[in-house]
C-alpha cells in the first residue's frame, strides 16, 4: 500500500469517526430533550420499570380486575374517591380536557383509571356514576382496603386509610398519578398540579416509546 493510500484510508477513518460522533451526539441530544420535554410536562419515567401486585378489584360494571394483568395499554392510575370534594373532580375534569385535545391514535393507547381510597362508598353503581359525570371511557376500580393499600404503597402513592364510623368523613390521598406501561409494569409518574396543555404535547411521545 502506498503513502497515498494510507494517507486517504486515515482520512476516511477519520471521516467517519467524526462523522459518528456527531450522530451520536445528535441522538443523544435529540432523547435529553425528549426527557427534559417529560419532566417539565411533570412525567417523571423510573430508571427500572416496577411490577405491580396482584391484587384483586371490581370495575365500575361489576367486572373483577387483576390489577397485574393491567396491558395493552399506557394506563394513568389516580387513587381517589367520589365523595372527594376538590383533588378528584379537579384532577379528572383536567384529565378529560387532556384527552379532549389528544389524537385518536393517543388516545387508542392510553387509558385513566380511577381507583377508590373509599372502597365503603364506592360501589360498582356509585363508581360509573361518578365517572360518567367526566368521560364515558374513565375506568373505575375499587377493592378491598387492605389490597388498596398494598398497591397504592407498591406505586409509591400512598393514602391514610379514613376512619369510615365518622358521617361524611373524608380520605387523604395524593393527586399524583402513577404509569403503567402496556407490560403491566410500572414506569413512573405524573406529578401534580398538572400542566394540560404540557401533557397534551408531551403524552402522545410518552405512548410512542413501546
Given at each position: 500500500?502506498?503513502?497515498?493510500?494510507?494517507?486517504?484510508?486515515?482520512?476516511?477513518?477519520?471521516?467517519?469517526?467524526?462523522?459518528?460522533l456527531t450522530v451520536t451526539k445528535a441522538l443523544n441530544g435529540r432523547g435529553e430533550a425528549d426527557?427534559?420535554?417529560?419532566?417539565?410536562?411533570?412525567?417523571?419515567?423510573?430508571?427500572?420499570?416496577?411490577?405491580?401486585?396482584?391484587?384483586?378489584?371490581?370495575?365500575?360494571?361489576?367486572?373483577?380486575?387483576?390489577?397485574?394483568?393491567?396491558?395493552?395499554?399506557?394506563?394513568?392510575?389516580?387513587?381517589?374517591?367520589?365523595?372527594?370534594?376538590?383533588?378528584?373532580?379537579?384532577?379528572?375534569?383536567?384529565?378529560?380536557?387532556?384527552?379532549?385535545?389528544?389524537?385518536?391514535?393517543?388516545?387508542?393507547?392510553?387509558?385513566?383509571?380511577?381507583?377508590?381510597?373509599?372502597?365503603?362508598?364506592?360501589?360498582?353503581?356509585?363508581?360509573?356514576?361518578?365517572?360518567?359525570?367526566?368521560?364515558?371511557?374513565?375506568?373505575?376500580?375499587?377493592?378491598?382496603?387492605e389490597d388498596t393499600q398494598t398497591l397504592a404503597h407498591a406505586l409509591s402513592i400512598p393514602f391514610?386509610?379514613?376512619?369510615?364510623?365518622?358521617?361524611?368523613?373524608?380520605?387523604?390521598?395524593?393527586?399524583?398519578?402513577?404509569?403503567?406501561?402496556?407490560?403491566?409494569?410500572?414506569?413512573?409518574?405524573?406529578?401534580?398540579?398538572?400542566?394540560?396543555?404540557?401533557?397534551?404535547?408531551?403524552?402522545?411521545?410518552?405512548?410512542?416509546?413501546?
Amino acid at each position: 500500500m502506498t503513502r497515498t493510500q494510507k494517507t486517504i484510508l486515515i482520512l476516511f477513518a477519520l471521516t467517519a469517526l467524526i462523522l459518528g460522533l456527531t450522530v451520536t451526539k445528535a441522538l443523544n441530544g435529540r432523547g435529553e430533550a425528549d426527557s427534559a420535554g417529560l419532566t417539565e410536562a411533570g412525567i417523571i419515567l423510573l430508571a427500572q420499570s416496577r411490577s405491580v401486585p396482584a391484587v384483586s378489584m371490581t370495575d365500575q360494571n361489576g367486572q373483577p380486575v387483576q390489577l397485574d394483568q393491567l396491558k395493552g395499554k399506557w394506563s394513568l392510575l389516580f387513587f381517589g374517591y367520589t365523595y372527594c370534594p376538590d383533588i378528584c373532580p379537579t384532577t379528572l375534569a383536567q384529565l378529560r380536557q387532556v384527552k379532549s385535545e389528544l389524537s385518536k391514535g393517543t388516545l387508542d393507547h392510553l387509558e385513566v383509571v380511577l381507583v377508590s381510597v373509599d372502597p365503603a362508598r364506592d360501589t360498582p353503581q356509585q363508581l360509573k356514576q361518578y365517572l360518567a359525570y367526566f368521560d364515558k371511557d374513565f375506568v373505575g376500580l375499587a377493592g378491598s382496603i387492605e389490597d388498596t393499600q398494598t398497591l397504592a404503597h407498591a406505586l409509591s402513592i400512598p393514602f391514610i386509610p379514613a376512619d369510615t364510623r365518622k358521617p361524611g368523613y373524608t380520605v387523604d390521598h395524593s393527586g399524583n398519578l402513577a404509569i403503567v406501561g402496556p407490560d403491566g409494569r410500572q414506569r413512573g409518574f405524573i406529578r401534580a398540579p398538572f400542566d394540560t396543555q404540557k401533557l397534551v404535547a408531551q403524552l402522545p411521545k410518552l405512548v410512542k416509546r413501546d
